[in-house]
T-cell receptor, first 118, second 109 residues
């Protein structure tokens, strides 16, 4: 299967600082990547759709100025949590769709990044 | 907005028991996926069902897509402790993959 890699796997930061999480597609090019957020024992909530070369599309209720997304190349999308606060602590997961014929919407997910804001 | 309702949300059973997880929606999906996620990791795709009435088997796991493509089920036969995890159904809505609430399964030895 396709490989999507996230970095860092976990990060601890102080309140008020900014944290950048990278999502890379290692063996394919992804024009679209998706960022999800997951709280303990809950499902994945879509935050935004990252589009290569254009602005990200944010889901309702997600602050675009708080969660900056950049998709500068076909293999890299970044999520920057700006001025992080303890309530931003969560598990952030990215995913990408492998472009192929007869695509049924299957996504491949990164390993996730655990953010803890002190 | 298409919503996926999963049930049950939590399930704790003994090794060797059978179980079924349901994923229901009022809307039609072109396909549904089932994922399994372990703590601290990203979800891993188990199966995609596309055709109404389709049944797919993956060892002890049986997946079914409803005839009307609005619902799906996951049946596990003779559950083992290694089956413990979070099971998620997901469907594509307006180009985005939307997840159900998830079912946390615990299989006790």
């Amino acid at each position: 299967g396709a490989v999507v890699s996230q970095h860092p796997s976990w990060v601890i930061c102080k309140s008020g600082t900014s944290v950048k999480i990278e999502c890379r597609s290692l063996d394919f090019q992804a024009t679209t990547m998706f960022w999800y957020r997951q709280f303990p024992k809950q499902s994945l909530m879509l935050m935004a759709t990252s589009n290569e070369g254009s602005k990200a599309t944010y889901e309702q209720g997600v602050e675009k100025d708080k969660f900056l997304i950049n998709h500068a190349s076909l293999t890299l999308s970044t999520l920057t949590v700006t001025s992080a606060h303890p309530e931003d602590s969560s598990f952030y997961i990215c995913s990408a769709r492998v472009p192929r014929q007869g695509n049924t919407g299957e996504l491949f997910f990164g390993e996730g990044s655990r953010l803890t804001v002190l | 907005t298409q919503l996926l309702e999963q049930s049950p949300q939590f399930l704790s059973i003994q090794e060797g028991e059978n179980l079924t997880v349901y994923c229901n929606s009022s809307s039609v999906f072109s396909s549904l996926q089932w994922y399994r996620q372990e703590p601290g990791e990203g979800p891993v795709l188990l199966v995609t069902v596309v055709t109404g009435g389709e049944v797919k088997k993956l060892k002890r796991l049986t997946f079914q897509f409803g005839d009307a493509r609005k619902d799906s089920s996951l049946h596990i036969t003779a559950a083992q402790p290694g089956d413990t995890g979070l099971y998620l159904c997901a469907g594509v809505s307006t180009g985005k993959l939307i997840f159900g609430q998830g079912t946390t399964l615990q299989v006790k030895p």
